[in-house]
């Protein structure tokens, strides 16, 4: 069994007074696709935004790799390899969807270099590797503005994708789609999860049993529950906190 790549010790984010994380301790193994659930305001994004280096805790350690990255700016994050998809697909909208991904293939290098800089067959042979492997090959020369909003969020998974990070973050990245771009999305992401490490925020229940994985159910900055998809809906606890929302109907 893999060690832990991410350790959560004692992180606590209080804000204005109010206490968003609350002590939480969590950790994610190498190579593991982990989903991360709970109601609105549980802290699901606030935890990302702590790994990410959007901002900083309150108190607590955020261990990558056994190296203490917490309150790292996210540039430096981001070199570590920690890579983080927002909700909002963010992108070059008027270039090329191939040119989006060459330009997070190029990492280090400025846009217009990256654009003006002379690609190698091996660069060019791997974006359309990526391309292949969001269905957005036969898309290439679109616009990123000319793609759906489902088409934009394998984009943006490809772009990350691109720079080869050793864990992924990705927040709520099905809101917003149709229930068949949710299935190719689910797709997508167990398929990602083969090669990275993944974390997800998701809150469509039928995408997580879908994915089928090992999840952690946060309410009120805490850990309410947290093990293999079928104990955790089964949690009375859990079924409580959901309840009127219609999350674990059927499960």
């Known amino acids: ?23 939480l301790y969590f950790s994610v193994e ?7 659930l709970g109601p609105n305001g549980a802290g699901k994004t606030t935890l990302i935004d702590m790994i990410s280096g959007r901002y900083k805790p309150t108190g607590g350690k ?30 070059y909208e008027t270039l090329s969807v191939f040119d989006n991904v060459m330009i997070s293939l190029a990492g280090h290098r400025l846009v217009v270099q990256s654009l003006f800089h ?10 359309v590797e990526i391309l292949e ?3 957005l090959v036969e898309k290439a020369g679109f616009p990123a503005d000319a793609l759906s909003h ?9 772009m990350l994708i691109a720079a080869d990070p050793k864990l992924l973050l990705l927040d709520e990245p099905t809101t917003g789609m149709t229930e068949a771009d949710k299935q190719k999305t689910a797709d997508l992401i167990q398929r990602i999860a083969e090669r990275h490490t993944v974390l997800l925020v998701e809150h469509d229940m039928h995408v997580v049993r879908r994915l089928g994985n090992f999840v952690t159910v946060l309410h009120q900055g805490g850990i309410l529950a947290e093990g293999p998809l079928s104990d955790v809906v089964a949690n009375e606890e859990v079924r409580q906190v959901y309840l009127g929302q219609g999350k674990f109907s059927g499960a």
């Open 1 to 23: 069994m893999s060690g832990n790549i991410l350790e959560i010790t004692g992180l606590t984010t209080r804000v204005s007074g109010y206490t968003i994380l609350d002590d």
């Open 30 to 36: 190498e190579n593991e696709l982990r989903v991360l």
């Open 62 to 91: 955020i261990l990558f790799e056994n190296r203490d990255i917490t309150g790292l700016a996210p540039h430096k994050i981001f070199k570590r390899g920690i890579c983080r998809k927002f909700q909002v697909p963010n992108m």
């Open 118 to 127: 002379k690609h190698t067959a091996t660069d060019q042979d791997r974006v």
């Open 133 to 135: 492997f969001i269905g």
């Open 150 to 158: 489902g088409e934009r969020q394998w984009l943006e998974m490809g």
